[in-house]
C-alpha cells in the first residue's frame, strides 16, 4: 500500500524547489517559478555566489552561453549583473517554455532559449565566440566529453572563461591544452571549476 506525505510537508518541499532567487544586480532578490522536474538541480545559492565572485569582473558586457541551462540560474544571474547576450540551451521543452517565461517576466530582450540537446546544438548552429560558457550538465551521463571538444569549433572567444560543474566522484574528461584551471571548490556532492581558455 502506498504512504500518504503528509499535505503540510509535501507544500513545503515543493515551494522551496519550485522557485529560484536572483543575488544580485538588477534583478536582485527577485523570485522566478522553476519547473518541477525530476533531476533539475538549481546551482545552489552559495555556490552561484562564489562563482560569481570569481567572474563579477568580466561579466558585464559579455557574450554568454547557459548550456544545459535547468533553471537558468545562471545565466539569469548573469544577465542580472550586465551580460549583453544569454544563449539559453536545453533539451527539455518544460524548461525552455519556462525561462522563455521568465525572461518576459523580467523584461530581457537580450537573451534568446533554444529548446535543443546542447551537443547538437553546439554541432549544427553557426558557431559565435561566446566570453563565458556555462556547463552544469545532468550527472553521470557523460556530456563533458562530447561538448568540450565542440566548444573549440569556433565557441570560445580570446581568453573565454568556462565554468563547469559536476559530481564529485567523477573525472574530468581530457581537455585541451589551453585550458587553464583557475579556481575549484567543492560544495558538498558537486565540484565546481572555472577554466580560462587562451587563443
Same mark, same amino acid.
Given at each position: ?54 567572474? $563579477?569582473?568580466?561579466?558585464? &558586457?559579455? @557574450? ?8 537558468? #540560474?545562471?545565466? !539569469? %544571474? ?23 517565461? $521568465?525572461?518576459?517576466?523580467? &523584461?530581457? @530582450? ?8 546542447? #551537443?547538437?546544438? !553546439? %554541432? ?44 564529485? %566522484? ?30
Amino acid at each position: 500500500m502506498r504512504k500518504k506525505i503528509p499535505q503540510q510537508a509535501s507544500k513545503n518541499s515543493k515551494a522551496k524547489a519550485s522557485k529560484l532567487r536572483i543575488i544580485a544586480g538588477e534583478w536582485r532578490s527577485r523570485q522566478l517559478p522553476i519547473p518541477d522536474i525530476e533531476g533539475l538541480r538549481p546551482t545552489p545559492d552559495r555556490v552561484r555566489e562564489t562563482l560569481f565572485n570569481w567572474i $563579477n569582473h568580466f561579466v558585464p &558586457g559579455s @557574450t554568454c552561453g547557459d548550456f544545459f541551462c535547468g533553471s537558468g #540560474a545562471l545565466g !539569469l %544571474e548573469a544577465l542580472s549583473r550586465g551580460a549583453k547576450h544569454l544563449t539559453f540551451v536545453d533539451n527539455s521543452r518544460v524548461v525552455s517554455q519556462q525561462m522563455t517565461a $521568465n525572461l518576459a517576466t523580467l &523584461g530581457a @530582450t537580450n537573451a534568446e532559449v533554444i529548446a535543443q540537446n546542447a #551537443a547538437a546544438f !553546439l %554541432e549544427t548552429a553557426t558557431p559565435r565566440p561566446l566570453d563565458i560558457i556555462f556547463l552544469d550538465p545532468p550527472f553521470r551521463k557523460g556530456w563533458l566529453a562530447q561538448i568540450i571538444p565542440l566548444l573549440e569549433k569556433g565557441w570560445l572567444a580570446e581568453r573565454a572563461l568556462v565554468y563547469i560543474e559536476m559530481e564529485k %566522484e567523477a573525472a574530468l574528461p581530457p581537455l585541451p591544452n589551453n585550458w587553464t584551471l583557475q579556481k575549484e571548490k567543492t560544495a558538498g556532492q558537486l565540484v565546481y571549476r572555472l577554466f580560462e581558455i587562451t587563443q
